[in-house]
């Protein structure tokens, strides 16, 4: 057979192809990255917000959670997450109700945990910047037409931030989405494990290394625009020097 028969047959859907394994994988790396997202921006307010806080305890752990989360190994937090949360649930379950069931910590809610939380401290630090980059006289106008502090957050302050962090944001966007390749080693059914199972399989670690590299790198090219149009659109009316 030719090499196109071949690569449609290992590519096609049923007992004979791995396309439908290979989507499959790719919808758990799309829900994957969707979930991390809203959970990992929060605790990157959160963080910066400790940050900046009047008060020195709140300021020493936010920066510390951002240093330490910053200066840890991606796959080593996915390891201490899915292995400690597992043992530390356990071990409350067990506190709880001792004749009860052990809890099994899903691969799912590990790799978002862990990703959310490397999201959320590099997060921390480009929203901690956005805001230290806004003008207090603003504010201080806000004030002095009798603006409440909520108004002046979301009406002032946040579409500011929003348009300076946009273009940090989006980087950690497309690093986390790269990173989603990491949960494979935890047996959780993304597009890399089943990957790798199709590679086991048929011996053609070209064929499907090839493709993920396709298709991560055509989710990157997408995300590319998006964020292009989301950065034009955060930035109208501004006058480019």
């Known amino acids: 057979p030719s090499w196109k028969s071949c690569m449609f047959e290992l590519l096609s859907y049923g007992d004979a192809g791995w396309g439908d394994e290979i989507l499959a994988g790719l919808a758990i790396t799309m829900q994957l990255a969707i979930v991390t997202l809203p959970?990992?921006?929060?605790?990157?307010?959160?963080?910066?917000?400790?940050?900046?806080?009047?008060?020195?305890?709140?300021?020493?752990?936010?920066?510390?959670?951002?240093?330490?989360?910053?200066?840890?190994?991606?796959?080593?937090?996915l390891f201490v997450v899915y292995n400690g949360v597992g043992l530390l649930l356990n071990k409350l379950a067990v506190w709880w109700d001792p004749g009860g069931t052990n809890i099994e910590f899903s691969p799912f809610?590990?790799?978002?945990?862990?990703?959310?939380?490397?999201?959320?401290?590099?997060?921390?630090?480009v929203l901690r910047g956005a805001f230290q980059s806004l003008d207090e006289g603003q504010m201080e106008a806000g004030r002095a037409i009798g603006m409440s502090p909520r108004k002046i957050f979301f009406r002032i302050r946040l579409p500011q931030v929003w348009r300076f962090a946009l273009p940090g944001l989006g980087n950690l966007w497309i690093n986390m989405l790269k990173d989603t390749a990491l949960v494979s080693i935890i047996a959780l059914d993304d597009l890399m494990r089943m990957t790798k199972v199709a590679v086991g399989v048929t011996k053609q670690p070209f064929t499907f290394y090839l493709l993920a590299c396709l298709i991560y790198w055509a989710l990157c090219v997408l995300s590319e625009v998006v964020l292009n149009h989301m950065e034009r659109r955060a930035n109208r009316g501004i006058r480019r020097v």
């Not at 990157?44 to 840890?72: E, K, P, Q």
């Not at 959310?116 to 630090?125: D, H, K, P, Q, W």
């Open 109 to 125: 809610a590990a790799g978002v945990t862990a990703l959310a939380m490397v999201f959320g401290a590099f997060a921390g630090e």
């Open 39 to 77: 959970i990992g921006l929060l605790i990157g307010f959160v963080a910066a917000f400790a940050s900046m806080s009047r008060h020195a305890g709140l300021r020493a752990i936010g920066f510390g959670y951002t240093t330490i989360m910053r200066g840890l190994p991606e796959i080593l937090t």
